[in-house]
């Protein structure tokens, strides 16, 4: 989430020296109750000021108050959001289902009397604007951990995805990064991308919105929870080390502690480090397993400071926390600093004291720290309530009651106003537009429409994630949801889809709200499965502005609303403002997530046509009613650069009868193919259950309207099925029996060939040609055919698939060419990456676009040596680090020299003697780490306790002395 | 037949790899990188993954493991041994294969169904396919790209160890198409796709990846008990 907007706020504007004469401490501010405190400067209102010291019955300390502003912040307060977001709960319908929901890190719902799973999404634009890779990357990081901490293992991520215009300079640097980031993130965790949505519109142009959104597998007794119950618990910290990535992301803290110099010059974004987290995940599932801790937490934005009050607030409890003990990246960070700080890759335990030694052990078999750096103290001693009592190095430099900064925040009203254009913009209807008419001009305006941005083929994408890991996705992108089996004895699994349409909301948010609901939960029961829980994530601009809070009230309205008429209830979501830019805010865009449960994953239904049987081919149907709707669709966007008018109608009830009839029909083997009707209506889903396995149809459009209508109106509620001959009598009258209308329009065909009846004909090689080569000619790579998932018979065809190997090569070695301009003309990305971060990522992303190439150089000179100097063969490897995990450690560098040194191990027969070399230990830990020197290949972890001394000898190479930990960063966040 | 699975810190397709032995009817057992005991397992598979976060190389560090050392031992005499994608990585980093897998020569991370050509029959893990079989099995590496200098492509050739090359497209520019190679006993072969996600109809693109697992569990019933694996034996 997201409170990044701190415009004017400079490095210098505060100073709280807590060097000078020691930290300022609560004896410290007793006594200077006259201080002045720059609270305004952290975000804090005067009377949210007052309101502080009224709490404490004195000033707040500097971290206190540093405290306070992060969890007053919009981000960990939801402060404007909250009076809308009661809804959800007001309004969700009653669910036996629901394990967890609006609160926690994440919903859980119950799939079966052994199994539940914990899905979220979330939010991380801003940071991915400002570093791609690293912003999408710790975006992916962020969800999964809090689908951990539910007690999940994490099993699949999707990422809804919005960038600005394709063709825009800009978006040829952010979407390469994003990509890679996620990739980068989530291949080297071992997660399944099943599926997400790749947007463009010029109005995410200086916002791009990344959500990324995760799903996790629980057994129902396993379900954590975040209270720090239990008196004299030990509070440990495991992960990371916490160094000064991201301090002030959530608030404006940042600056607060630093004078002016380098660190006020560090990337703002911080840096992801996989392989920590997938040990961190790994030690959690067996922490649970074992049943060794009490309480767990994540930590993202606002760090330890939303740990520590979050947990002790959720439990009612007092507690007492050593700072001095937290294991720190660099020594010098004050206590402020280590309270506010953002590394990724921690979790806060809570333990029985009697469990700690074998939570310590789990650790180190995973080589991860974990350290005690607290316990769980009375929730009222003497009539006195429990209270968060902070020390560093015996000066108590906090002492508050930790519900008054993770629940009694500031709660704003904020004023709402219809926006003053709205009525104009609703009056300019796409109904009226100049339509293509003849055979000749639909012909062209299909073939040009599969080509367009949204519409197109989005491999070149996709393929950069691994979608196999775990064995157990059934269906993934391109398809209408991801499909995983959870259960691999009974088959049991999980639909899970996300959508959401910025134009229909910003047409009318209400309804808008409600078609992203209705076409998720469409996506999801066209594979057959029931409809059971929903998530969402909420991309507005400024809540600051009447008529943003106004699209928000109404967007929440619309999904409370839409949520209550189906019967599925909100489990949670996520909110993030101020995506805006000056005073223009994108188009709101809430994003819903539904997830859906199939009783036995061997009976989904894919969205391509199979092989017909015969040479009749199988029935094909349009469910559904189809009405001249064209406002806000993909038609009028691309053919007319249009939006206005009002977003088609949508009618949850049809949805829930269509969700029956094809989880009806699926379970009788009435349809071997469904795909949803959504943006570019029938053609575009004609062309894709077509081309997916290469399979043709003869198409007669019905009578009602003219060919162009049938084509491309997106009206809601519809489905386009495939019937094998035979089932059409008991298909028809199933639909019939549930009021679903089910036109047929036509069948497959074993000819590679779409033809409309009486209207025009394209061979299926012209649509894919046309389908597949837009990404590959924006983002480089080279014009590859789409890669079918999963069908022998057709991909046994050589002309089908691949055919470009030497095509590949000659690219890759070709861009730098294409790249070295820009190197010297970094105009381009300058503005953008202004005063932001660029690793090797952004090289690594850059390669084929030219200009981020040129950012990259001007700042990471390492990385970008290799392109300017040696510009042919060596420069694709110096620049693609984003690929792998080593790239998110600060390897980039190392990566660069990849060639020679893989060039110099095929020469010598070896080239592994330098393993130590690579493990730097970083400027200083608090507690200097002995073994780090000679760790090289077993993992074995570096406990710290005060308990535990540092056990020496056993060699690991625990990823903290990676070059991670050079890389302390401040950013902007907004994860939670 | 019992068939180990090596995990180390960051392995990610050992539970695949484990299913997969198990769908062709082995025993599985689990390994742990930091025990270099092999519990008297007839066979190891090396699955894919980041092993310690692809830090230095791919493999570079998880050559070093106490597991390897006691692997590489028993390679040397005759242990058939599966390295999958950062499987086949390590083998390279621990000179039980030659050349090297580096960056891919487009970039990025490529995740796709892929034809490959069977040229050798005579591994212990190949010996259910028929020459020149073409078998469908994905693939998904940032790092697949195999190299070596010419001579020892050409022995590779010459000596019949070049075991799958890639068709109908290389998805990373590999060295004369190669997707696998094996050792010259033909006990040990790295394979860059990964056969363990092709073996259910449900998950991956086709059943060809069983037959590596159903090859070695047919070399192992053909060897002389306690005996060494020769390369060309069982076929």
Not at chain 1, 236 to 243: D, F, M, W, Y
Not at chain 2, 37 to 45: C, K, M, Q, R
């Amino acid at each position: 989430m997201t409170t990044q907007q701190h415009s004017g706020f400079a490095a210098t504007d505060v100073l709280i020296n807590e060097f000078g004469d020691g930290p300022d401490t609560v004896e410290r501010a007793r006594d200077t109750p006259e201080e002045l405190q720059p609270h305004a400067d952290l975000g804090l209102k005067d009377d949210e000021y007052d309101r502080i010291r009224q709490i404490l019955g004195r000033r707040p300390t500097a971290s206190e108050l540093a405290m306070y502003s992060i969890m007053w912040s919009e981000h960990c307060s939801y402060k404007s959001s909250k009076v809308h977001l009661r809804q959800f709960g007001e309004k969700t319908p009653k669910n036996t289902r629901m394990l967890a929901g609006i609160g926690e890190n994440a919903g859980v719902v119950q799939i079966s009397d052994e199994h539940a799973v914990a899905f979220k999404v979330e939010s991380h634009n801003h940071p991915s604007f400002v570093e791609p890779y690293q912003g999408a990357a710790t975006g992916v990081g962020g969800i999964v951990r809090d689908i951990l901490a539910m007690g999940a293992r994490p099993v699949a991520v999707m990422d809804p995805l919005r960038f600005g215009a394709a063709d825009h300079p800009d978006t040829a640097r952010v979407l390469p990064g994003v990509v890679g980031g996620i990739g980068g993130y989530g291949n080297c965790l071992g997660l399944p991308n099943i599926g997400g949505e790749i947007v463009f519109d010029p109005t995410y142009q200086g916002n791009p919105l990344v959500n990324a959104l995760s799903i996790g597998v629980l057994p129902v007794e396993r379900l954590q929870h975040k209270e720090a119950a239990g008196v004299g618990n030990v509070v440990v910290l495991l992960g990371a080390r916490t160094g000064r990535d991201g301090i002030g992301g959530v608030s404006v803290l940042a600056s607060a502690t630093f004078d002016e110099g380098a660190e006020a010059r560090r990337p703002s974004v911080q840096v992801g480090d996989p392989f920590m987290e997938k040990l961190l995940i790994e030690s959690c599932l067996e922490l649970y397993d074992a049943g060794l801790i009490v309480g767990i937490q994540d930590l993202g934005g606002a760090g330890l400071t939303c740990a520590l009050t979050e947990t002790a607030a959720a439990a009612g409890t007092g507690m007492r926390v050593w700072l001095e003990r937290v294991p720190l990246r660099e020594a010098s960070m004050s206590p402020t600093e280590i309270l506010a700080s953002e590394s990724q890759e921690r979790m806060l335990l809570i333990v029985a004291p009697d469990k700690l030694e074998p939570v310590l052990a789990v650790a180190e078999k995973w080589g991860v720290w974990a350290t005690a750096i607290g316990e769980v103290t009375p929730s009222e001693t003497d009539g006195v309530p429990g209270r968060l009592v902070i020390s560093w190095n015996d000066h108590v430099v906090v002492d508050v009651p930790p519900g008054s900064l993770a629940d009694d925040g500031p709660v704003y009203a904020r004023p709402i106003r219809e926006p003053a254009d709205l009525i104009l913009l609703q009056a300019d209807r796409a109904e009226t537009l100049p339509r293509p008419a003849t055979p000749d001009e639909l012909r062209a305006a299909v073939l040009r429409m599969v080509a367009s941005p949204n519409l197109c083929d989005k491999t070149w994408v996709t393929e950069q994630y691994d979608r196999y890991v775990l064995g157990n996705t059934v269906l993934a992108q391109p398809e209408d949801s991801g499909v995983l089996r959870i259960d691999e004895r009974t088959g049991l699994g999980v639909a899970l889809s996300v959508d959401g349409n910025g134009r229909y909301a910003r047409l009318d948010p209400y309804e808008g709200a409600k078609l992203a609901l209705a076409e998720a939960y469409r996506n999801v029961v066209v594979t057959g499965a029931e409809p059971a829980a929903v998530t969402n994530c909420l991309n507005f601009g400024s809540p600051e502005d009447p008529a943003v809070m106004w699209q928000f009230a109404e967007a929440v309205r619309g999904l409370a609303d839409g949520c209550l008429q189906l019967g599925i209830p909100m489990t949670g979501g996520n909110v993030s403002f101020y995506n805006q830019t000056g005073a223009a805010a994108i188009h709101p865009t809430p994003v819903v997530g539904v997830l859906g449960i199939l009783d036995d994953v061997a009976r989904r239904t894919p969205m391509g046509f199979p092989p017909p049987p015969t040479a009749e081919g199988d029935l094909l149907y349009l469910l559904g009613e189809t009405r001249c709707e064209l406002s806000g669709s993909e038609w009028a966007w691309v053919e007319h650069a249009h939006l206005g008018g009002r977003p088609p109608q949508v009618d949850l009830a049809h949805e829930q009868a269509l969700g029956k009839l094809l989880a009806q029909a699926s379970r009788a083997g009435h349809v071997s193919a469904a795909h949803d009707l959504s943006d570019g209506g029938l053609a575009q889903v004609l062309a894709e259950s077509a081309l997916r396995r290469n399979i043709g149809a003869r198409v007669a459009l019905p009578e009602g309207h003219p060919s162009f209508v049938w084509l491309f109106s997106e009206s809601a509620g519809r489905v386009l099925v495939a019937v094998p001959r035979g089932h059409d009598k008991a298909f028809e009258a199933a639909a019939r029996d549930l009021g679903v209308p089910a036109t047929p329009i036509g069948a497959t065909s074993a000819d590679p060939v779409l033809e409309f009846v009486n209207e025009f004909t394209i061979p299926l090689d012209e649509l894919r040609a046309a389908h597949t080569a837009t990404l590959p000619r924006l983002f480089g790579g080279v014009a590859e055919l789409a890669n079918r998932h999963g069908d022998p018979e057709h991909a046994a065809n050589p002309d089908l698939d691949g055919a470009a190997e030497p095509a590949t090569a000659q690219s890759a070695i070709a861009e730098p060419a294409i790249a070295e301009p820009a190197i010297a003309e970094p105009a381009i990305a300058e503005p953008v990456t202004a005063g932001s971060v660029s690793t090797g990522s952004a090289a690594g992303g850059s390669v084929t676009t030219g200009s981020a190439a040129g950012a990259s150089a001007t700042t990471e000179p390492v990385a970008a040596a290799p392109a300017a100097t040696e510009p042919a063969a060596t420069e694709p490897s110096a620049a693609g680090s984003p690929v792998a995990g080593s790239s998110t450690d600060g390897t980039g560098a190392e990566d660069a020299s990849t060639p020679s040194a893989a060039e110099a191990s095929v020469g010598a027969g070896n080239g592994s003697e330098s393993a130590t070399p690579a493990v730097t230990e970083p400027n200083g830990t608090a507690k200097p780490d002995p073994v780090a020197a000679e760790k090289v290949a077993t993992g074995v972890a570096q406990v710290h306790t005060d308990q535990t001394p540092p056990e020496p000898g056993r060699p690991t190479a625990p990823p903290d002395n990676f070059p991670t930990a050079d890389l302390d960063q401040r950013r902007t966040t907004e994860q939670k | 037949m019992r068939i180990g699975v090596v995990t180390f810190p960051g392995s990610l397709d050992d539970g695949d790899a484990a299913r997969a032995a198990r769908i062709a009817g082995a025993e599985v057992v689990r390994l742990w990188h930091g025990d270099a005991d092999l519990h008297g397992v007839d066979a190891v598979v090396l699955p894919g993954g980041f092993s310690y976060g692809d830090a230095l190389r791919c493999g570079a560090i998880a050559r070093f493991a106490p597991v390897m050392e006691s692997l590489a031992d028993a390679a040397r005499g005759g242990l058939p041994v599966l390295g999958i994608c950062n499987g086949f990585q390590i083998l390279c980093e621990a000179h039980l294969l030659p050349g090297a897998l580096t960056r891919n020569q487009h970039l990025h991370f490529r995740n796709r169904d892929q034809f490959l050509r069977v040229e050798s029959t005579s591994t212990a893990w190949t010996n259910a396919f028929t020459a020149g079989q073409e078998i469908l099995i994905p693939v998904k590496n940032g790092e697949g790209c195999f190299v070596a200098d010419e001579r020892t492509l050409d022995e590779l050739e010459g000596e019949g160890r070049v075991v799958a090359r890639y068709t109908h497209g290389n998805p990373n520019g590999s060295q004369r198409d190669i997707a696998a190679i094996t050792n010259e006993a033909g006990n040990v072969v790295g394979i860059m796709p990964h056969p363990e996600h092709a073996v259910e109809a449900l998950t991956g693109p086709s059943l060809d990846g069983l037959g590596f697992f159903t090859s070695v569990l047919r070399a192992l019933a053909g060897a002389p008990a306690g005996g060494q694996l020769a390369g060309g034996q069982s076929r």
